[in-house]
């Protein structure tokens, strides 16, 4: 019963410590000789930019990946874990970015899964201890992104982890939810369990951490006090001597009056997909859709792409240029119109995990027509190796399955596959999730130099920070409709907190796809 | 490099030697448990399999249809679709072709009954057409139910093997059944459609059909190495969520994948009925569209490995009849159990996939 084994661990001190532990792919050293150690009471940052290691050395500890050389200790003594099964039975639990829940399953049905049936009277007074709020007995399709995390993280403690590993834990909340979410991690450690924070958000991790290990190239760069470093140290510990933050280059052109893509009155009835939509983005404009998840944004990519099912009971029209989509299929409206794509899940929508990256670059919307007839595999190839040496994508020349790389290295490798063929239009989700600072900026500047050079952009992105930085106008989207549009201010920016209001109004009335509170609907432009 | 390692890197590097290897291994010990020195029993077995240029050659006869269903079901397979249809496919063709010809035969007597080279290529690209061209039609149904209707392809092509079976009976029985004959057969086809055995094999059936198996393997790696289409068909067999929102159609790849895996189905029977037979007999597959499954998974769904792993169960096949009069206590059922042994070891997971994140 690991429940009961919980309770009597629960006074017991736990101190798990890495030590000189080396891990390589394919002769490319992912961890160099990683040391820390993290204790129970106590939240242990952990920062790097994308494939500095951060991943590889979690995996390590959680018993996903086997080291080349070193040892992990537990409480002193050494341990070899072979498989996750291993590290839980340890104490060590780990929350992936991706979660992994089944969706018509409660909260409940989850928690006994992993630890039994007792689950629930522990699970009751851990979400007590730690303010928890949710509902054990709901689905977890009914769950907002937050709850599921929550859930997730009560899964690990019902397994009887105490040491818990939380990878990019705020890449998929929404602004409001950080706060509270910080708070949880606080009580977390205060009932003396050891956290290991994952993350990119500098401000967080100083703010909740009490110390702070920066890895660099696979290496340890340093590990801080929290309380005495700033964010600069950090950034320049993460980043590398001399390295500045880029500063953006691009400066922001006239936005175009010519309307590239149009909705008109675009309804999708019920259903998980309901939409009802009136929109417009011109050329050289970048119109933004802030939104809690799940209100309808991944809809609004697959109408335009044709590519949502039940597509036959719709009404409206959707227009690209001119040309009205609603009658095309998704290869012919990929034939028509340049579209590039950055989708919600990079990893199941947008490349094949296990094919090298010159065959990625053939799953683009958009292929030159010379492509029909025999591949080019020198020139594909050839490509790749342009896009990761000018997008600075690690590991230079990788040519094994890009499953390998990192999620930001897979993002921006994505972004030059789809972005270096001059779109006319753009679908950007979420571009910088998972995607360290300075990548952030390169990606951020690419698609200003799109939207420069004539694209239409509309951008998905539950980063406020990202939709004011980009954004000519911001539109906000409540359960598939469009209830508000903001317009920057005089002084050049928009206002947030009206932003963040808009964005709960209508989420606690009625039902998906009835009436919805908030401003009336439609902000074409 | 720890012993452990070293076979797991072994394992990792060469999954189906390590599934051959091992298949053979339980396999041959399952002759020993009945009494018989698995080294005798292995050297019958190659001796019998390419012993002599004739053994060589009926090897080779049985590796012709082998790689036709083998790479049909490859075909299927790198799409994302398990056609276990092939051995319905494979008796629509041949009776398509069979049928051509008797039709042909009777229309046009003195041109089908040349056995000169112009009426002869004719006869092999019209048979060669319609089999391609009714087992196509028959996985494009499969294909097209599951595309469109979301019906399993597993069911749907099961249940039209049943169905292809009794109309081919039928048609055998009631339209082409031979006047001069009890046994379920179709009257000969006219000389001009019997494949000639090349010499050299002392008489063992091997033909132009053997040729045209390696052909369309290869025909097969180049439309999915070097092609947009076999790209696409590809990317809808490892990812139909991110292929879909490319813009591929997957369902359209996906009836592609079927026609054309029915179409190499199809003429998997023509080595048999216009080379060795030179008629169609009810019951001639011995379960090639099946086998054709194992061969597949062997090759790991790559066509030029089709023509390996399809000569292996020739071998094997070809190998294990002598058996039944050379040896005690095994038969020829052995290279069943070998067989079986091989597919386990072949389909297992050795690694868990790690996820990486």
Redesign the interface.
Known sequence: MPLLKNEHTKARKMRIELRDLTKSFASVAANDGVSFHVDSGEILGLVGENGAGK?TCM?MLFG??VPDSGTILVNGSEVRFR?PKESIKAGIGMV???FLLALPLTGLEHLELVAGRGAKAHAVKAMRDLGFEFDLAARVEDLSVGQQQQLEILKVICQGARVIIL?EPTAVLTPVEVEPFLERLRRLRESGHAVILISHKLDEVLRVCDRIAVMRSGRVTGIYDAASVSAEELASSMMGEGTTRVKAKTSRMEAGTIPVLKMTDYHLPAGRGALDVSLGVNEREIVGIAGVEGNGQEWLFKVI?R?APRLRSESGSISVSGRELTHL???E???AVRIA?L?FDRR????????DPA?NL????V?PSS?????P?SLLRLRALEFFAKYDILPPGWTGPV??LS?GNQQKFLVAREMEQEPALVLAAHPTRGVDFRSSQAIHETIMVARNRGAAVLLISSDMDELCKLSDRIMVMVRGKIVQEFKRGPDGGFDVPAVGMAMVSGAQSGSFGGATGGMPGGGAS | MSRGLLLKSFIFRWPWLTAILTGFFFGLSAAALAGENPFHVMSIMLLAAVGTPYDLGMTLVYTTPLIFSGLSVAVAYRAGLFNIGAEGQLVLGGMAATALALRFGAQFPQLASSSSFAPMALGMMLCGLAAAFIGGLAGLITGYLRARRGSHEVVTSIMLNFLATAITSWLVLEKFHSVDTQNPETRPVAAAFKAVAFGGFDGAPVTIWFVAGILSALIVAIVFDRTLLGFHLRATGENSVAATFSGIDTGRQMMIAMALAGALAGLAGLGDILGGAGRYRIGFSSDYGFTGIAVALLAGGRPLAVIASAFLFGALHKGALDLDFETDHVTRDLAMIIQGCVILFASARWFHRKKSS
């Open positions: 991943s995996n996903h990946i498989s992936h970015q991706h990878d792409l590519i299929s998704a290869r409206i990929r034939r794509l989708p199941s929508e947008g490349l094949l995990l296990d094919g065959t053939l799953l683009s919307g292929n492509y029909r007839r025999v591949l595999w499953r390998l999620g």
